[in-house]
């Protein structure tokens, strides 16, 4: 029988980076196991002695995923009651998101500081501590003083049986509007997917329409979140703007593949230079060109791959500069479309994003 790895708390199952995390454990023949805190997260210990999850076959490593910072001490309690390493997958600092994304607080303020002193605090908890990249290894040994050694990046990945490219004519509906894939449209396509958070910088999308309204272009959104009536309130009068209908989940590679090129992440946060966003992957997946702002935490290659255009964050002038040379060489889409599923299949993919697990296995003396 093979090792037995326990996802513990109160997370999202259907969530990306915990499908992912599961399907490379399963992927090294380990066989993933749930627990889903229902009750309080800080006493998720106690109620797994009154749900009996001593009952259940024991794991060889309990994992607490994305975000859930609340699960850590009680998971931690658990398992290392019992001989257990636990590793964590955060994903993004609560501190970080709060005080310097969000703004929401001052760093000297006292509830900045108790925020900062309980985050710390739940770091040095787990054994192993994984990261979506290095520029988030860099921060928390700079700001929540974890060891190097007990961290490592482990990329976002995406599910490659949804996101892939789509052959076959999709059409997308906003209104009365339609983008079709698979015909020669003389509008060029750009598509912006996602979470309207402050490090996707959807307001520099915005004003680069805005700088091309008498260019055959066409901006589209197709997202959620906090940011995105503020987005749509910006974009009020621009006729090359369009916000697209919510789509299932699995039908976004086809949204994907009615565009030419899609966009990444463009804020000013000090977060936003520190992420490869779920996007990136998912374009890439379904050979899609991408433009972003620089993170030195994409692979070393991604500076020559020709599917990626680099650009500084929160200007609108270079990412119009940017569409306009993809725009520019566009009778070579198919080679861009080529490089940029090479790139994925190379860097980003799923058979990476195992192997970096099969080695931080091994590092926790569980490979």
């Known amino acids: 029988m093979g090792k037995r790895v326990l996802f513990w708390g109160r997370f999202d199952h259907g969530y990306s980076k915990t499908r992912v995390n599961a399907a490379a454990f399963r992927a090294l023949g380990w066989e993933v196991d749930y627990f889903d805190v229902k009750w309080c ?30 699960d850590i001490a009680a998971a931690c309690r ?34 900045a500081k ?19 990249t290095s520029c988030h290894v860099d921060f928390a040994a700079e700001y929540l003083d974890v060891p190097r050694e007990k961290m490592t990046p482990l990329f976002t990945g995406t599910d490659e049986e949804v996101f892939k490219p789509v052959e076959e004519e999709c059409k997308v509906e906003s209104g009365k509007c339609k983008v ?10 750009v598509l912006y997917h996602g979470a309207y958070l402050p490090l996707h910088g959807t307001e520099v999308i915005v004003e680069a329409a805005r700088m091309t309204q008498d260019l055959p272009i066409q901006w589209d959104f197709l997202g959620w979140g906090a940011y995105k009536a503020s987005t749509e309130a910006k974009a009020v009068g621009l006729k090359n703007v369009r916000f697209l209908e919510k789509v299932p989940y699995v039908k976004v590679p086809e949204v994907i593949c009615a565009h030419d090129i899609v966009l990444g992440v463009f804020g ?3 977060k936003a230079a520190r992420v490869i966003g779920n996007k990136v992957y998912e374009c ?6 991408t433009i972003n702002e620089f993170c030195t935490g994409y692979p070393p290659s991604a500076k020559e791959c020709k599917a990626i255009k680099f650009i500084p ?36 993919s799923m058979k990476v994003v195992t ?13």
């Open 41 to 70: 997260c800080r006493l998720g210990d106690v109620e797994a002695f009154f749900r009996g999850l001593d009952r259940r076959p024991r794991p060889d490593l309990v994992l607490v995923p994305v975000c859930r910072q609340r």
């Open 78 to 111: 658990w398992a290392h009651k019992r001989g257990i390493k636990v590793l964590f997958d955060p994903m993004i600092s609560a501190w970080d998101k709060k005080v310097l994304e969000q703004k929401k607080w001052k760093a000297e303020e006292r509830r």
């Open 114 to 132: 108790r925020l900062l002193a309980w985050e710390k605090k739940l770091m040095a908890m787990p054994d192993f501590i994984t990261w979506d």
């Open 180 to 189: 079709e894939s698979g015909k020669q449209l003389s509008t060029f396509k």
């Open 268 to 270: 000013t946060t000090a």
């Open 284 to 289: 890439m997946a379904c050979a899609r060109p």
């Open 313 to 348: 964050p929160g200007d609108p002038a270079a990412l119009v500069k940017a569409v306009e040379e993809y725009r520019a060489d566009w009778a070579n889409k198919e080679m861009y479309f080529r490089e940029a599923r090479a790139f994925f299949d190379r860097e980003l």
């Open 355 to 367: 192997a970096q697990l099969a080695d931080i296995l091994k590092r926790m003396g569980l490979g």
